[in-house]
């Protein structure tokens, strides 16, 4: 029984696991931002694929996928913007607009690939961010197999999580961030501009889906393939929600997906079919939306455009 | 004296409406200013010009003799306005502290101070005898509270001058006397204070002057003092008012509704109803007095099919109902007046006509070949609805959200009456409305008991409770502790029971006041 067990836990999956739950987490804190501010994100899957093109277009040219990065947070916040302007500033259903920008997505990164490198399908290949390897924890039995070989990328998720916790629960704007999301009009009679904070939160947003998209780019491998997401951002809405929109709770959940996405290749050897683990995210998602777990109570003003007057 | 606060011919309108009319007014500094007028009259749009929410299409706006633009809540505050909004403006998920230091956190390098912001809320608290735990979030306390939170908000924001608007419909007398007290203590300090009631009885007794705006425009202003009941309650209506229900003595006849040992236990598994019986008769009013909180909801839910009871039965004609969906229910002639509007009542973002048949939608004459809406009839119904129950504005596209509050309860009524029920359940039905559709609202409810509907009565109001019932039902702590034939009861003596009083010692027993 216990060899049945460590066959799907034991380091070498969970350091997996977690290399899989690194987008999940950038791209699920972005959905936190935009959704606590109140505005739905499903946007998620098209900020990130542009993230993961724009990270090795701008790694391509500069030769340094750091900067590449930049390049994704860069493109992931215009996505962000747009996607902004359309629903916060045109009160455009934020689901359509969201939609749009994942269509739009697959397009744009198609042609670009054409049109920069005449070639369809996957990006020639660029230098990547490497791993690297932590001095002590690397040392420590099992713990350092699990996260003291990772890619810094990885770290940099695991750290974001902690920031954002920071930012939304102990900060000032965090607050506002809040209670804009909840009750708009509530903030704007204190004096909160509520049209103000939705922007800057929607383009964070894009910014941080972009880095997951980038990871994907430009750390875990090192080339752009057409449709490379995979709906690693509906996954990672689908974290936030089981997380109930909360930085560790988005954590568990994406490490959990990860998990799962790990095992995968060994479950099929046991005969699970890969398709059935990879409804796993969505099933739980539906499960946690049904309130078996808890309630996972959306804020409250998501999804309605804010009317002055 | 000296004016701390002038409008000057503001109008704003409304696509239909004109809600403020060329209106003057002015507010002394340290007084205790109340605006009374109909539903719909522009009390609240007045307000919120003042608190920057509205622009007003012309006119202007003195404060300490200067001119100024309030373009938004932030200048409003900067000058020291605070408002208490009529469906308060708080966020249900964050704590009570929370809400109050919003936008003017005590912070260390943006870091919100959670410590200090207990302190000072609860120091301010404590100041000004606003019972409130600054820990406790919003949607776990109760309406009262809420309204203390909001008044600690204008507080924390050294509020000069402070609009209540209509901050008595929601609270019980108690209640209200506290809020009394402490507008009375920030008086006392130097605060000036505009409030909106609908109430006549607590504007003679709180208030220095009182100003009246009918549709729109300022009928004039007077100083309490040399005013009186009569006088005021003309202003507001625009003709003579009956201060009491006309109603021949009724006549009951069979029994329409039985409740038979009914328990209750709300969301939260608190048992709320316990063991009642009732029976409410074709022909008369069964009022049930008790302070807010002691089960009536939760009664009045079990019998709509809201929430299903733990034990007990409810029969309508005989037959068992209580396994019923409200839908069914509703079908079987039981109208339902909730005391939410907004979350019971109403769809906010649907149009009158269409809030006019909720719950008929699915009925005769409203579907035709089984599918399809007859807007014909729909439309009908809605002008005819309208008409009679003065609903305003009369267009009947509009959509609920911005009506006042008073016309949204009428559209409640209208339709919940319009059924011609058998059984009528009235849970505060006339809160926030103006002595005129009171009044009005009160005869509808005799009307139906004449026509032969049994009405169930639910109030907070005393008052409302003794004028229109034929018999009395006191609740108490989930249990009805007795019940009692109009005539013999009395505002002390209702007043006693309801707080746990025992009936047999009620008589040479002096009795703490409630009401009063
Ligand atoms: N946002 C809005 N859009 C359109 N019409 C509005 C809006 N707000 C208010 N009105 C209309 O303006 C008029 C005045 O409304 P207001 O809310 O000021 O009345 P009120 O005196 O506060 O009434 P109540 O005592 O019922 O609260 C009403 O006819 C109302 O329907
Ligand atoms: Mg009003």
Redesign the pocket.
């Known amino acids: 029984m216990w060899a049945y067990i460590t066959y799907f836990v034991n380091a070498t999956v969970l350091a997996a696991a977690l290399r899989m739950a690194t987008p999940l987490i950038f791209t699920s804190m972005g959905g936190i931002f935009s959704e606590r501010s109140g505005v739905i994100n499903i946007g998620l899957e098209g900020m990130m694929l542009t993230g993961a093109f724009m990270g090795m277009l701008v790694t391509y040219y500069s030769g340094t996928p750091w900067v590449g990065l930049l390049g994704a947070l860069a493109s992931g916040a215009v996505m962000g913007l747009i996607h902004a302007v359309a629903s916060v500033r045109y009160k455009v259903d934020q689901v359509v607009s969201g939609t749009a920008i994942n269509i739009f997505a697959v397009g744009f990164t198609v042609f670009m690939l054409r049109t920069v490198f005449d070639v369809a399908g996957t990006s020639p290949a660029v230098p990547r961010i490497q791993s690297i390897t932590l001095p002590l924890i690397s040392r420590i039995p099992v713990v350092g197999e699990i996260i003291g070989n990772q890619n810094p990328m990885v770290y940099m998720a695991l750290a974001l999580v902690v920031l954002v916790h920071v930012f939304l629960f102990r900060t000032v704007w965090g607050l506002r961030l809040r209670a804009v999301g909840e009750h708009p009009k509530a903030a704007d009679t204190v004096g909160i501009n509520v049209f103000q904070t939705r922007y800057i939160a929607v383009i964070a947003s894009g910014a941080l889906a972009g880095l997951g998209g980038a990871y994907l780019s430009i750390a875990h491998l090192s080339r752009f393939g057409d449709g490379m997401t995979a709906g690693r951002g509906f996954i990672s809405l689908a974290a936030m929600i089981f997380g109930k929109w909360t930085p560790f709770g988005a954590l568990g959940a994406s490490i959990l997906f990860g998990f799962a996405d790990a095992v995968q290749m060994r479950l099929q050897e046991v005969g699970i079919p890969r398709h059935f683990v990879q409804m796993g995210p969505y099933i739980l998602t539906m499960i946690a939306l049904a309130g078996f777990i808890g309630r996972a109570t959306p804020p409250k003003a998501i999804g309605k455009p804010y009317e002055k007057? | 004296m000296e004016h701390i606060l002038e409008m000057k011919n503001i109008t704003k309108r409304?696509?239909g409406?004109v809600?403020n009319d060329a209106i003057t007014l002015g507010i002394r500094k340290g007084e205790i200013h109340s605006l009374v007028?109909e539903?719909?009259?522009?009390?609240?749009?007045?307000m919120s010009i003042l608190y920057g929410l509205y622009h007003a299409d012309s006119g202007e706006i003195l404060f300490k003799g200067k001119k100024v633009e309030i373009g938004d809540s932030r200048a409003a505050i900067d000058l020291g306005l605070g408002m208490v909004f009529?469906h308060f403006m708080l966020v249900d998920t964050l704590t009570v502290a929370e809400n109050v230091i919003l936008r003017a956190e005590p912070a260390r390098y943006r870091f919100v101070d959670y410590r200090q912001a207990q302190n000072t809320v609860k120091k301010l608290a404590s100041d000004y005898g606003l019972r409130v735990d600054p820990r406790a979030r919003i949607s776990d306390i109760s309406v009262g509270q809420q309204q203390r939170v909001e008044i600690l908000k204008a507080l924390y924001r050294h509020a000069q001058i402070l609009i209540l608007d209509?901050p008595t419909a929601v609270l019980t007398p108690q209640e209200t006397e506290e809020l009394f007290q402490v507008m009375r203590n920030l008086k006392q300090q130097g605060t000036t204070i505009v409030f909106i009631t609908?109430k006549i009885k607590e504007v003679l007794a709180i208030s220095d002057r009182v100003s009246v705006?009918r549709r729109g425009k300022l009928m004039g202003t007077r100083n309490t003092a040399e005013t009186n009941h009569r006088e005021l309650a003309e202003m507001v209506v625009g003709r003579e008012v009956l201060l009491r229900v006309e109603k021949k003595p009724s006549e009951p006849r069979e029994t329409v509704a039985s409740i038979a040992g009914l328990t209750v236990k709300d969301r939260r598994g608190t048992t709320m109803v316990k063991d009642v019986s009732l029976e409410v008769r074709s022909g008369e009013v069964l009022g049930i007095a008790g302070v807010e909180g002691n089960g009536q909801q939760q009664l009045v839910e079990a019998i709509t099919g809201l929430i299903k009871p733990e034990a007990g039965k409810v029969m309508l004609h005989g037959q068992p109902i209580q396994k019923l969906s409200p839908m069914n229910i509703k079908k079987r002639g039981v109208s339902y007046i909730p005391e939410d509007r907004h979350k019971r009542g109403l769809i906010l973002d649907y149009n009158v006509a269409d809030n006019l048949i909720l719950g008929l939608h699915t009925q005769h004459p409203f579907v035709e070949r089984y599918l399809f809406r007859n807007e014909k009839q729909i439309d009908e119904h809605a002008r005819r609805l309208v008409a009679d129950y003065d609903i305003?504005?009369t267009d009947i596209r509009q959509i609920v959200r911005?009506?006042?509050?008073?016309?949204q309860q009428k559209v409640v009524v209208a339709r919940e009456f319009s059924r011609k029920p058998q059984f009528l359940i009235c849970s505060q039905p006339t809160r926030?409305l103006?002595i005129g559709a009171i009044e009005f609202i009160h005869q509808e409810i005799i009307r139906q008991r004449d026509q032969g509907t049994a009405v169930l009565l639910v109030s907070a109001e005393l008052d409302e409770i003794l004028s229109l019932s034929d018999r009395i039902a006191v609740m108490y702590e989930g249990r009805i502790v007795t019940v009692l034939p109009a005539a013999e009861s009395d505002e002390r003596r209702l007043g006693y029971l309801m707080l746990g009083g025992d009936l047999h010692r009620t008589e040479g027993v002096e009795i703490g006041t409630s009401a009063e």
């Open positions: 007057e | 409304f696509p409406v809600a007028g539903n719909g009259s522009g009390k609240s749009t007045l009529q209509e609908h705006l305003r504005p911005t009506f006042s509050g008073g016309n926030g103006d």
